[in-house]
């Protein structure tokens, strides 16, 4: 890891050095902060993020900082919005400044009791015009093709729903897929989201079908995995799948 920090230091971004050691250093970084993760260290995990953002402009490290820092556990706002215009002002965040304020409204939407049609709109339309150059671009499209399917959810009345929606959430889902092929962590989150995806439009067959690529990933929580199997019974009861479900 240290080797991989003074590579990065005296490397030129113009270099195909120095990508290759962006990666390595990424996925060292990102390893451990997600071990902090799960032994509850969300501290130490929130700056692990920060260094990968500091040295790479990883996507996923976005993610998790901004998420981490939104959470009610840590209760970093403050901190969070600091670091990002300290970023801004040395230039650092670039197109991901879109990125990250589509995130922040998701999240903050999240924590509502209903979804706000507004705010879903500005957070496709961030994500939409934002060009891609940092690692891991797949997030970008996982979190578009969610706002794309919490907007069709929104949509839904009885057994109507938005097509267009539906096939622009599909689209993104999947270019996330094609992207973060490498990356066990956006290709489990990808498949999950579209086993739930054609499930809520009754897709059954092909819902049953992606959770079962889900399942070929681990869990952070057995509690999840449950859940999940529980999601795939039910796809595989409603495609008459008896025996299975």
């Not at 990065?8 to 990666?23: G, P, Q, R």
């Not at 499930?199 to 859940?227: C, D, I, M, T, W």
């Given at each position: 890891e240290?080797m991989?920090r003074?590579?990065?230091?005296?490397?030129?971004?113009?270099?195909?050095?120095?990508?290759?050691?962006?990666?390595?250093y990424?996925l060292?970084t990102?390893?451990k902060?997600y071990g902090?993760i799960?032994?509850?260290?969300?501290?130490?995990?929130?700056?692990?993020?920060y260094s990968?953002?500091r040295q790479?402009?990883?996507?996923e490290?976005?993610?998790q900082?901004?998420?981490?820092?939104?959470?009610?556990?840590?209760n970093?706002?403050?901190?969070t919005?600091?670091?990002?215009q300290l970023?801004?002002k040395?230039k650092?965040?670039g197109?991901?400044?879109?990125?990250?304020?589509?995130l922040?409204?998701m999240?903050r939407?999240?924590?509502?009791a209903k979804?706000?049609?507004?705010?879903l709109?500005?957070?496709?339309?961030?994500?939409?015009t934002?060009?891609v150059?940092?690692?891991?671009?797949?997030m970008?499209d996982l979190?578009?093709g969610?706002?794309y399917?919490?907007q069709l959810?929104a949509?839904?009345?009885?057994?109507?729903?938005?097509?267009?929606?539906f096939?622009?959430?599909?689209?993104?889902?999947?270019?996330?897929l094609?992207?973060g092929?490498?990356?066990?962590?956006i290709s489990?989150?990808?498949?999950?989201?579209?086993?739930?995806?054609?499930?809520e439009?009754?897709?059954?067959?092909?819902?049953?079908?992606?959770f079962?690529?889900r399942?070929?990933?681990?869990?952070?929580?057995?509690?999840?995995?449950?859940?999940?199997?529980?999601?795939?019974?039910?796809?595989?009861f409603?495609n008459q799948?008896f025996?299975?479900?």
């Amino acid at each position: 890891e240290l080797m991989s920090r003074h590579c990065l230091t005296v490397t030129h971004v113009s270099e195909i050095e120095f990508y290759n050691t962006a990666e390595q250093y990424a996925l060292i970084t990102m390893d451990k902060a997600y071990g902090m993760i799960a032994t509850g260290d969300l501290a130490n995990a929130y700056n692990t993020f920060y260094s990968a953002i500091r040295q790479t402009n990883d996507l996923e490290a976005y993610f998790q900082f901004v998420s981490l820092g939104e959470s009610s556990p840590l209760n970093k706002q403050d901190n969070t919005e600091k670091t990002l215009q300290l970023l801004t002002k040395q230039k650092l965040l670039g197109q991901n400044q879109n990125y990250v304020a589509a995130l922040q409204l998701m999240l903050r939407d999240e924590s509502q009791a209903k979804t706000d049609p507004k705010t879903l709109h500005q957070a496709s339309a961030l994500l939409e015009t934002m060009t891609v150059r940092s690692m891991n671009p797949a997030m970008r499209d996982l979190l578009l093709g969610y706002v794309y399917h919490k907007q069709l959810r929104a949509s839904q009345q009885g057994y109507q729903y938005d097509k267009t929606l539906f096939q622009k959430a599909h689209h993104h889902y999947m270019m996330a897929l094609d992207l973060g092929r490498d990356n066990s962590r956006i290709s489990a989150s990808v498949w999950q989201n579209l086993a739930w995806l054609h499930f809520e439009v009754r897709n059954y067959a092909l819902s049953a079908g992606f959770f079962q690529q889900r399942l070929q990933f681990p869990f952070v929580k057995p509690e999840h995995e449950l859940n999940l199997l529980w999601d795939y019974a039910r796809a595989l009861f409603y495609n008459q799948e008896f025996q299975s479900a």
